[in-house]
T-cell receptor, first 109, second 114 residues
Framework: AQRVTQPEKLLSVFKGAPVELKCNYS??????LFWYVQYSRQRLQLLLR??SRESIKGFTADLNKGETSFHLKKPFAQEEDSAMYYC???????????FGKGTTLSVSS | DAGVTQSPTHLIKTRGQHVTLRCSPI?????VSWYQQVLGQGPQFIFQ???????GRGNFPDRFSARQFPNYSSELNVNALLLGDSALYLC?????????????FGNGTRLTVT
């Protein structure tokens, strides 16, 4: 079964501290993985796609097929990073995104 | 560039009633998907349409239906509303149906069933 697990409901860090939002997946084959972010009162928006290997707003995510993980990392958290983060993968047919339950990141000064 | 637009933004209905939610995709996008998000959960897939044809359906009862129009806009219909249908309904658009291209989401319609 295809599944995305985000084990932390809430992650609280201080400004300037490193951040790692965990994401584990279950998928047969090569997954298409994404991180989406939802800032307060804004729409859900794409943050990262694993295939592009970009760094967006200082965030990076590396696909680890051995550990079936796609953790989101940032070396120095900023207060404006406070938001809800969702990890997601496409189903085999490419027709539906399967989301994790999300992790709330709270960055305080 | 207008993003995905959804209407209405909020809706209150009574159990047993019917509701229609509307979505306009980003210009040039031919695929529209619908997701349900209940509090504390990630979005759950309901339908995907591409070129007016249903390409995918999630694990939702037959009370849920959708369609896509020639201009690629879409409607989600829910019949015989239950209290458990109260949720945020998200519409997303993408360039094509099965090319794994990223989804772009609207702001959602908040449905409350009393």
């Amino acid at each position: 079964a295809q599944r995305v697990t985000q084990p932390e409901k809430l992650l609280s860090v201080f400004k300037g501290a490193p951040v790692e939002l965990k994401c584990n997946y279950s998928y047969s084959g090569s997954p298409e993985l994404f991180w989406y972010v939802q800032y307060s009162r804004q729409r859900l928006q794409l943050l990262l796609r694993h295939i592009s290997r970009e760094s967006i707003k200082g965030f990076t995510a590396d696909l680890n097929k051995g550990e079936t993980s796609f953790h989101l990392k940032k070396p120095f958290a900023q207060e404006e990073d406070s938001a809800m983060y969702y990890c997601a993968l496409f189903n085999q047919a490419g027709t539906a995104l399967i989301f994790g339950k999300g992790t709330t990141l709270s960055v305080s000064s | 560039d207008a993003g995905v637009t959804q209407s209405p933004t909020h809706l209150i209905k009574t159990r047993g009633q019917h509701v229609t939610l509307r979505c306009s995709p980003i210009s040039g996008h031919k695929s529209v998907s619908w997701y349900q998000q209940v509090l504390g959960q990630g979005p759950q897939f309901i339908f995907q349409y591409y070129e007016k044809e249903e390409r995918g359906r999630g694990n939702f009862p037959d009370r849920f239906s959708a369609r896509q129009f020639p201009n690629y806009s879409s409607e989600l219909n829910v019949n015989a509303l239950l209290l458990g249908d109260s949720a945020l309904y998200l519409c997303a658009s993408s360039l094509a149906g099965t090319d794994f291209s990223p989804l772009h989401f609207g702001n959602g319609t908040r449905l409350t069933v009393t």
